[in-house]
């Protein structure tokens, strides 16, 4: 049978339009190793890796009729010097011409024809440094449940580790009468996604809530939020096609002492550093701030059911959390972020991804894209903006000999969605990466700055004398 997509993994590709490309990518830098490093030096190490990622030899092909889903095919011509691609920077290359590099790359759409991913080595970086920069399409890793090939060239030593000869061989596609016959015996065994699915393309957000949540719990939870919509605020806009993006540096050890002085979690000081962060940049933005202006943030966690370890795949649960910025005490900001999300956590009301994105696990894709686009609308109804937190390692990494120095992730924008904000840690740095709207957010730098010093500023209230934090003695 064939490797038929995942409803939530097709739905990215249904969510994708001319200004929302839906893959995720990544910016890492690192060191020149003593013994040098080149684009020969990268693709060799890909070439001896790929096999650990099936998936990066493999192209989408459509069910004729689209009587189901897309399923995955080996690339009988697949050519890694496509994928594998070469810049450089003028000497010395700065940080802001690697991120304006960075944008533009991210800003254009990957060629569906062809495994659906792209990998740049930018050479001439300053400080005897170069950068690799990432595209690989939503639909084919979400970052935890599937390996990305940025992960499989990295090793925990500078001395490569060594992986087995790879004697590839495509597979032979599936004809179209195989790829027919699959589609509908799936559509016979569940014949009831059809009705699902024109239900869910043909109702208005409040019904899509009723429906929907008779089957899916999760989306109960969705409902009631959309009876209060998320609140005006520049973070939604129209937006294009080309994107900025903006970056912050960080200390994990930071977030420890204030996890610790605060009894909060990690996640939490993270969240109330963006809200920080968020009402300062308002504000410099002459937008109005009251006591009670809250931002609505989604924060994405990463799931995998026991039944799927080692698949490829997405599971996705996400909390839906007002930022209090309209708090200006930095402590009481947190406070109440660590309530909302322990209160999150003790109700299980997360808001499964199949809940948001409305999905219908084997629906004929042309009334399934229907009831993708309704969902998209629906979310933006939901959120401002998305707050994404992937812990990584706490060592050093390195690729054919060179170490890591700093990692970047870059999070797509949804319909509607001026900028979404992913950070990753590493290695005692936590770092965080914005994608945005090149217009929207044309001050998406200053917002990077003021993560910085909101984290500053919770840093040096954790320090401060405990009678003056809040005006009383603990």
């Known amino acids: 049978m064939a490797d038929r997509l995942s409803s939530l993994d097709v739905s990215f590709l249904y969510l994708e339009g001319p200004t929302t490309p839906m893959h995720v990518g990544g910016l890492a830098v690192f060191a ?45 011509d697949f050519d890694l010097s496509y994928h594998l691609r070469r810049s450089a920077l003028p000497k010395p290359g700065s940080e802001e011409q690697l991120r304006e590099l960075l944008a533009r790359v ?18 001439g970086l300053s400080d005897d440094r170069f950068a690799i920069i990432t595209k690989t399409h939503h639909a084919m890793v979400d970052g935890i449940s599937a390996i990305d090939i940025s992960q499989v060239i990295l090793d925990v030593s500078p001395v490569p580790r060594e992986i087995p000869d790879d004697l590839w061989m495509p597979r032979q596609e599936p004809g179209a009468i195989n790829l027919v016959a699959d589609a509908v015996g799936e559509l016979v065994r569940r014949p009831s996604a059809v009705v699902d699915t024109v239900r869910l393309g043909l109702a208005d957000v409040r019904s899509i809530g009723n429906q929907v949540g008779a089957a899916v719990g999760g989306l109960l939870s969705a409902a009631r939020i959309a009876a209060r919509p998320a609140p005006g605020s520049p973070l939604n806009a129209t937006i294009g096609s080309q994107r900025r993006y903006a970056v912050a540096r960080t200390d994990l050890d930071d977030y420890r002492a204030i996890r610790k002085e605060f009894d909060a979690t990690i996640n939490d000081v993270v969240l109330a550093t963006v809200a920080g962060a968020i009402r300062d940049w308002l504000l410099t933005r002459g937008e109005s701030v009251t006591p009670a202006s809250v931002v609505r943030a989604m924060v994405p966690v990463s799931i995998r059911a026991e039944h799927q370890s080692g698949a490829l795949g997405n599971r996705v649960s996400s909390y839906l959390v007002d930022l209090p910025v309209g708090e200006p005490n930095p402590v009481l900001r947190l406070s109440q972020v660590s309530y909302a999300m322990k209160a999150h956590k003790e109700s299980g009301q997360s808001v499964g991804a199949d809940a948001l994105v409305a999905l219908s696990g084997f629906a004929p894709p042309t009334l399934h894209a229907l009831g993708a686009r309704a969902a998209n609308s629906f ?75 909101s984290l500053q500023e919770l840093l040096e209230a954790s320090q401060a004398p405990r009678q003056g934090r809040n005006g009383r003695r603990r």
């Open 32 to 76: 020149q190793p003593s013994g040098g490093f080149d684009y020969d030096t990268l693709a060799d190490l890909i070439s001896k890796r790929i096999s650990l990622v099936p998936r990066y030899r493999q192209r989408i092909k459509s069910v004729p009729g689209h009587l189901a889903s897309p399923v995955w095919v080996d690339d009988a």
């Open 379 to 453: 979310t933006r109804r939901l959120f401002n903006v998305v707050v994404t937190n992937v812990p990584g390692p706490q060592f050093p990494l390195y690729a054919a000999g060179a170490k890591m120095l700093q990692m970047y992730p870059v999070v797509p924008l949804a319909a509607g969605q001026a900028v979404s904000i992913g950070l990753t840690s590493y290695d005692g740095g936590v770092y965080f990466g914005l994608n945005a709207d090149r217009d929207a957010m044309y001050d998406a730098d200053v917002l990077a700055t003021l993560i910085e010093e």
């Open 106 to 123: 991210q800003s254009r759409p990957l060629d569906r024809n062809r495994p659906l991913w792209e990998m740049y080595l930018v050479e």
